[in-house]
């Protein structure tokens, strides 16, 4: 790839860059630093909340538009239902009140009044919703009910950290009725699949599949299942959790329906959550050194055009750059970056670490030879384009793009699963190199406790496939019943 | 036009549309009989809030679609922030904290620990958003700042009503800052533009544009806008309303940028709102005794198939209705309605109590005739149409009906505009058929609240035009400054 001249010289750019402590020096200031300097978010007067700043809620406006997409494919209706819940409800379901109590915020007084029951701002919304479902359900005719809302949730954290633990975030959460504990099941796994398929696709992120243990499960939930990603640290994410929640809501809330044969009966129920976590996971699988890199489906900016103006050629420059923009307009989301009061290098390194999948470079010497130069984020590889083949070009390169991004997603995370039977090969690996530990186990909440108190490392989920790896347990060496995913986790 | 036989009889049908309270007979019972009847919301535990059902929800998602749309349009960028503001922040602005202290929430208890400093739930987003404001904005370079979000804001009210005015509401609220008073104004009147752009387009709902007079006016702008429509009772309805906020929060809040002359300068800041209670003035604009009418730009469905089903040709009717279905889905948004369990008629009225546009009557007679029935929910009047030319027909249809529902509610609007100068004559008219009253003014508070406490009619809006109606104040005779907008208002 020819090294173009006429560039701006890079000594600017390795400035921008240094701002970003790198990623091996310290991970966590890492984060802090891409979510910061690329103005995703910011820390709120109020421990544990933040603001969520226009480049940070357009990749939040982007999994709405993408996982709520498959959500009302999949015959889901949007709702809303109240922020404030009567203490009472909350405590309705015994394990579920034990889960949450701990962690909510109460509102005591409203106006000058001191209120009689105090209100607890929604954790998860459940209670308040079977509530609900108590009235609007009496027939079979009246199932299945298909309820999705996105809102904000409020749980009281210690110990926070942006995007990934917060005391208020934003989330969808699903509220479904069935007739049969069968179809609760199927939609349980079927929502497990969305997330799945969304995360996958859309967000480039490869994820293992499964349900979650006695101890990690829903609180209030029968099963739950989750779908697990491996950040680039080594540590996993849960990016999204589906809960059967049996009858144990339908009986303490008295939702009924006369069935079909004329009998009473309670109904079946699923929830199912995603949150603003993912844009976390997004920027841990996929940053760098140099800062984000975005999946060209979820890129709000999928391409920048950069036009390298000289003093003799800038209005002949700046005239091709906006007839490109105009003549790309409808083969993706582009941006032209035409501001006169920053250098096209300062341009280069705020849109690689803003991490726009493709940089368009136009200068006098490309309108010479007709042509552009395509830069990719996600490999740095340059390429000159003719003019007249960038409508064609453009598309099937952010799709190479978001192809790799997933493959060395996937290929990171397998290079990061290992697998044994002997608990102090387990116990190094999660302490020094983490990632996924695949491992037998005997089922006990002993051993799983054990193992975390160890090594901090939790089961991640139980995945589908059956066969057991080992026949005994890695940390009891007793009978081992079921394969699982250990991992240290956010 | 021709009635077809083979129809369901018309006892079935009138049943339930008798179950609607006629808006002659009480008009506040006739609307909460469309809101529950169609099953847009529900009644919340706590008193004030309500959940918003899907079929309610859709039309907010219209909304945020269409509304949403022009914002972007207009160069706004979304973005989120924090539901809890501490008390320090919402006491910083004199008139703003007076404005709202008494209808707040107060957090006072996180977890088991009560709070050191009690958190508001927001009420609205001045007060964070400028603390966030005073960081973000340094130098000329960082303005306009043109952000809005979507969220809930909780206000205690004493006395709610669905829609109009509930405890938590949802709504979008613009907030920008400028290099000058110029801009500001220029954005407080465009975002002004862009409601009454909405209502009137989308909505079918006239509306009347203007200033509002310092007492009906925003707690701490320096001068509100508002759109204000009239509802098919005569009351008034304030459908959105843009604050030029002038200097008042950024003195306060500090917000200060480098001007390019080297002089430090406080932004000037406008801040804009639109919420649930436009649902309540679409149900009450265009709303009559047999339930919603939907304008088609704002339904969900515009059109309905309901199939006829005799005995004998059951299959052939319901196989025609699915290739319909099929041949139109590029048309316009539909439902095929082939539920078994009820019939054509139980059909015909709950789509029209639901507002559904167009109904799509196909039976036996009419696959004889190659033709299907098209009802419309606007006028009633049927219309049989080739098959063939329902591609064609019905987005002309759904055309017709959104023009002429906005045209209804504008002739209503102009009907029931009086003007005068007679004090008498405008006491009567208010009490009896309410309606706008457009008169002249003094500008004087005494005035208005005299006009308040004699009939309840308030000031609505200080329209554009600058000519004066009349040359003396309504109330007190005295020089008039201004013509206004008088009416008892929701």
Redesign the interface.
Known sequence: MEQQSGREPQAESKEFVKEITPQAVDYSQWYIDVITKTEMM?Y???KG??????FG??I??KIQELLGGRIKETGH????????I?QE?LQKEAEHVQGFA???????????EVLAE??V?RPTSEA?IC??YS??IQSW?DLPVL?NQW??V?R?EKSTRPFLRT??F?WQEGHTCHRTEEEAEEETLKMLGVYQDFLEKDMAIPVVAGRKSNREKFAGALRTYAVEALMSDGRALQAGTSHNLGQHFAKVFNITFMDQDDQLKYVWQTSWGASTRMIGALIMVHGDDRGLRLPPRMASIQAVIVPILSKKAREKVLEASRALAELLKGCLRLKLDDRE?YSPGWKYNEWEMKGIPVRIELGPRDLEKNQAILVRRDTGVKEAVSLDDLPHRLPLMLEEIQQNMYRQALNFREANTRTGSDYSHFTEIMDNEKGFYVASWCGKDECELKAKNDTKATIRCIPFQTELKYKTCLICGEKAAETVYFARAY
Chains 1, 2 share one sequence.
Do not use: H, Q
């Open positions: 910011d709120a007067p109020v909340f933040m603001a969520i700043r226009p809620f357009a939040w406006e209706e949007n709702a809303y239902f109240p922020l404030l009567p409800l701990p962690e909510v915020a109460w509102v005591t007084k409203g106006g000058s105090p209100l701002v308040i509530d609900f009235r609007w005719r309820i809102c904000n409020v009281w005391s208020e934003l009061e």
